[in-house]
T-cell receptor, first 112, second 112 residues
Framework: QKEVEQDPGPLSVPEGAIVSLNCTYSNSAFQYFMWYRQYSRKGPELLMYTYSSGNKEDGRFTAQVDKSSKYISLFIRDSQPSDSATYLCAMISSGSARQLTFGSGTQLTVLP | DSGVTQTPKHLITATGQRVTLRCSPRSGDLSVYWYQQSLDQGLQFLIQYYNGEERAKGNILERFSAQQFPDLHSELNLSSLELGDSALYFC???????????FGPGTRLLVL
């Protein structure tokens, strides 16, 4: 079993829809949670970073963490065609090392 | 633009050969991370350096090695290349090994 599970999609939605992307994890040591966006053949771009359980909002993006359920989500409101990309959840465990453990990524297409 | 630079962008080589990938972190960042992204394995952590010293190792093959130089740039050396080493190699950097990592554009390696 992978430490981080993410539905690979693909996910296709109409412009303006609310998108929900999710990851589950099994390692209780994960303390820091990120969402990255990756356009085709480009480097991952950091979208959101959260530490505690709860919600964090940044513009059209909301990151949600539920440590008790080992479940994180990213919501995109009023989705745009420019949001079409692969979304990767990533996590860091407590300790001195800070390497990211990634989910497999969800490919999102927003149709105009 | 994340501020992390990687060269070369593309590399085509033959099995058994050796290549060197180069990364320059964002100004002020002391930590450099190397990741490999392949279709079947996703994004996987290889190795981390902090201010010239190796900090953590992930699933890095013995044929691969890295170093970080006094000017903080890093090089990833891949030797005795195999077809399965074909992948995207990303470098990321962070301040003082903190959680938020910023990725470079990657080097696409094709081993023929």
């Amino acid at each position: 079993q992978k430490e981080v599970e993410q539905d690979p999609g693909p996910l296709s939605v109409p412009e303006g829809a609310i998108v929900s992307l999710n990851c589950t994890y099994s390692n209780s040591a994960f303390q820091y949670f990120m969402w990255y966006r990756q356009y085709s053949r480009k480097g991952p771009e950091l979208l959101m970073y959260t530490y505690s359980s709860g919600n964090k909002e940044d513009g059209r993006f909301t990151a949600q963490v539920d440590k008790s359920s080992k479940y994180i989500s990213l919501f995109i409101r009023d989705s745009q065609p420019s949001d079409s990309a692969t979304y990767l959840c990533a996590m860091i465990s407590s300790g001195s090392a800070r390497q990211l453990t990634f989910g497999s990524g969800t490919q999102l297409t927003v149709l105009p | 633009d994340s501020g992390v630079t990687q060269t070369p962008k593309h590399l085509i080589t033959a099995t058994g050969q050796r290549v060197t990938l180069r990364c320059s972190p964002r100004s002020g960042d002391l930590s450099v991370y190397w990741y490999q992204q392949s279709l079947d394995q996703g994004l996987q952590f290889l190795i981390q350096y902090y201010n010239g010293e190796e900090r953590a190792k992930g699933n890095i093959l013995e044929r691969f090695s890295a170093q970080q130089f006094p000017d903080l740039h890093s090089e990833l050396n891949l030797s005795s290349l195999e077809l399965g080493d074909s992948a995207l190699y990303f470098c990321a950097s962070s301040v003082n090994g903190q959680e938020t990592q910023y990725f470079g554009p990657g080097t696409r390696l094709l081993v023929l």
